[in-house]
């Protein structure tokens, strides 16, 4: 079969996509794939059709997604099984096309004059303000942050069109910064736009240098005429009204100019306190995406994900140690990751099971103590008033069960870095909203019983001397 009827399958099969999943879908997967070539495999004696594909991420996203789709609608055009295959060729661009060939008499090929090919464009430096190791390539997708990871690619592709603003939030170490300059090194490579991302440090300094050096002008020119502002850590910003006011009003600008904007933070918008109705209100319009610490199967995803990155050998056997001793967030499982391949390149040894059990002893240990306290605290709190730690993670409301309940919530929020979000997941996997209100209730409590006060201080100790032991 010649090569133009398979693309011609390829493209009829496009047609139907679009058809199917409509054009936001559409074009958000498929306007950056292109038919290269047939492809004969000599052991099945197959041909197959390649596709060129922008990047890795993009390709496992439309396999999982929509390979199957794919391969029934090319088999009901061919009447026979075509292998699909995918090339990483970078970035479609939109006008894109091959340069049409004609024919003299003489039966040469000569171009066709008529017809500029477009220039190809100029590859942009990497972005000043960005890590260029922070890409969706690098970004290992689970159930934990499916959600997030597929907002942020659609952001990329539409930036200031879909899911604008955007708020990704969760604990430390969840890759919340890693997914922002995802979005904005996409978006710098792949496009004009014109990115900024700082931190809400930075933020903050500079609009604290405009006011004193008599300069704001300087700084809302910058910030509010931008195509792409990336603001990380916005949780920063609590009790600082001055800067406050200069994000709302820079916020409204870039929204109504229909350019894109992407905040993380450490807590759900309802947490922060200190913060002004208005901008709250506009954090609360924005898609909200949460990121949840990663499952085993996740962190040992991301373990090889990293050795692959940095061309290390590293046995499934410690992967597994790793995994199973750290599960607070991304970033310690990197640094202990890393910390063992740094003493094996100096030291010149392999890495082995033996030199991680010696070498991460002191970081599991400490791992351990955080990873397990919200556990510590409600074993504690538990035993303390006869229940069980199932108990108070089920959905039991009888009196005493809810008090102890509510009770572990209010002290794992004063003992623990966790927001309301993590605590939740801790007790069965409830919202942040359920633990915002046990606290509250403890609170009232607190105004009228003086006895509250001594239990509550009692169960610290308890719960600091159980974590010492374990």
């Known amino acids: 079969m010649a090569d133009l009827d398979y693309e011609g399958f390829w493209k009829e099969t496009l047609i139907q996509l679009r058809n199917d999943l409509g054009e936001e879908e559409f074009s958000g997967w498929f306007s950056d794939m292109k038919y290269l070539r047939t492809r004969f495999d000599e052991q099945t004696g197959k041909n197959g059709i390649v596709i060129g594909v922008p990047s890795a991420f993009h390709r496992d996203k439309v396999k999982s997604r929509y390979q199957n789709t794919i391969n029934s609608k090319i088999m009901l055009l061919s009447g ?56 969706f390539d690098s970004y290992v997708i689970g159930e934990n942050n499916n959600f997030a990871a597929n907002a942020a690619l659609a ?98 600008a870039l929204v109504n100019a229909k350019k894109q904007l992407v905040f993380t933070c450490d807590r759900p918008p309802s947490e922060l306190k200190k913060f002004s109705e208005r901008l709250i209100s506009r954090f609360e319009q924005a898609l909200k995406t949460d990121l949840q610490p990663p499952r085993y199967d996740e962190r040992c995803a991301i373990l090889k994900k990293t050795a692959e990155i940095k061309n290390t050998l590293i046995p499934n056997e410690v992967i597994d140690l790793i995994s199973k001793n750290i599960s607070s967030n991304i970033r310690d499982l990197i640094a202990a990751l890393n910390t063992l391949i740094a003493y094996t390149e100096l030291m010149g040894k392999p890495v082995t099971l033996e030199i991680a059990q010696q070498r991460l002893k002191d970081t599991f ?106």
């Open 80 to 135: 026979a099984e075509i292998a699909l295959e995918y090339e990483i060729t970078g970035k479609i661009a939109k006008n894109e096309t091959t340069t049409p060939q004609l024919f003299q008499n003489d039966g040469e090929k000569t171009a066709d004059t008529s017809q500029e090919s477009p220039k190809p464009k100029k590859k942009r430096d990497k972005h000043t303000q960005m890590r260029d190791d922070y890409t």
């Open 155 to 252: 952001i990329s592709k539409n930036p200031g069109k879909t899911y604008n603003p955007c708020l990704f939030f969760g604990g430390v170490g969840l890759g919340k910064t890693h997914l922002m300059q995802a979005i904005g090194n996409y978006i710098h490579e792949n496009s004009d736009n014109k990115v900024i991302y700082v931190t809400s440090e930075d933020f903050l300094n500079e609009y604290l240098d405009g006011i004193a050096q008599g300069k704001m002008n300087v700084f809302k020119n910058k910030f509010r005429y931008t195509d792409v502002l990336l603001i990380d850590d916005i949780q920063f910003f609590q009790d600082k009204p001055g800067v406050q006011e200069e994000l709302f009003h820079t916020f409204n």
């Open 365 to 470: 240990n400490a791992s351990r103590q955080a990873n397990f306290s919200m556990d510590n605290i409600i074993r504690v709190v538990s035993e303390y008033f006869s229940l069980t730690p199932n108990d108070l993670k089920g959905k039991k409301r009888t009196q005493n069960i809810v008090f102890a309940r509510q009770l572990a919530m209010f002290i794992g929020k004063e003992m623990t870095d966790y927001s309301t979000t993590e605590i939740g997941q801790d007790f069965g996997g409830k919202d942040h909203t359920t633990v915002m209100h046990s606290i509250e209730k403890i609170k009232g409590k607190l105004l009228t019983d003086p006895t509250l006060d001594s239990t509550i201080e009692n169960l610290k100790r308890l719960i600091k001397e159980f974590s010492a032991k374990y």
